[in-house]
């Protein structure tokens, strides 16, 4: 995927955030600081002082903490796959500008999928950073959560560019943040676990790519990954980068090019 062109059309990306990147100052760093303390160290006082937090369960700012990095880490790559990807298609037309150099529309999904996966990178280390300053980290395995989230993020960036390369407005991006992303971000294991759901909506979160992201990043976290499962959560979300990305391709193709 990381051809030389792709490498390309990713700079240019790249260097059009570098002339926006203080809009986006307060999603990467303010607010993981401000969801931890409100959550983690708010709700979360109330949650261990009320007994909910069984004897030798983790307190809630360490279970929420890793959690939050992986719903980070999703946000961040359907954003970067929605309303840009809809503004270099139909408002700008930067797509359509890429065309007339030697890139193609294959070179020019790829790129986006690489620039946006860098952009959950650079959300999901700010949030690390922000997790040890809290005290949320039981392991030093947590390191490994890093990937682990980023690997979260472009399992949704992948298909989702592909997605909004098919849609004709912004209407239906909204409504895919809406009814998705959103659901996702508070049903997938994030804020409690998955068997507190109705038993209908439980195995609708177990084959979300989030929740496998939030139980990955979790266990890391608190120190409790086993191998086979770590590696099994990460070949599901490996998947859904492999299919989306193919998928993306097909659609920039068809809607760029045909």
């Not at 986006?112 to 922000?130: C, K, Q, S």
């Not at 998947?239 to 045909?258: P, S």
Request: charged fraction near 10%; include cysteine.
């Amino acid at each position: 995927m990381a051809t030389p062109l792709a490498l390309r059309a990713a700079e240019a990306a790249a260097l059009t955030y570098r002339s926006t990147w203080r809009g986006s100052v307060f999603s990467t760093v303010v607010s993981p600081v401000l969801f931890l303390a409100a959550m983690g160290l708010g709700l979360g006082a109330l949650v261990d002082d009320g007994g909910a937090v069984g004897v030798g369960a983790p307190d809630y700012l360490s279970f929420l903490a890793p959690g939050l990095l992986a719903a980070a880490a999703m946000q961040t790559g359907s954003f970067e796959s929605l309303w840009p990807v809809m503004a270099g298609i139909r408002w700008r037309r930067s797509y359509h500008a890429m065309l007339a150099t030697p890139l193609g529309a294959a070179d020019i999904a790829h790129g986006h999928i690489l620039w946006a996966t860098v952009r959950v990178a650079m959300t999901a280390a700010a949030f690390l950073v922000v997790m040890v300053l809290f005290g949320a980290v039981e392991s030093w395995w947590v390191v490994l959560a890093l990937p682990a989230a980023v690997l979260t993020g472009a399992a949704h960036t992948a298909p989702l560019a592909g997605i909004t390369a098919s849609l004709e407005n912004d209407y239906a991006v909204a409504n895919i943040m809406r009814f998705g992303v959103i659901p996702l971000f508070l049903f997938s294991g994030t804020f409690f676990p998955i068997e507190q759901l109705p038993a209908w909506a439980e195995p609708v979160a177990f084959v979300t790519p989030l929740w496998h992201g939030v139980e990955l990043c979790r266990t890391l976290s608190l120190g409790d990954a086993s191998l086979l499962g770590s590696l099994g959560h990460a070949a599901y979300m490996a998947a859904f980068v492999i299919g989306g990305t193919r998928l993306t391709t097909w659609r920039f193709e068809k809607r760029l090019v045909l």
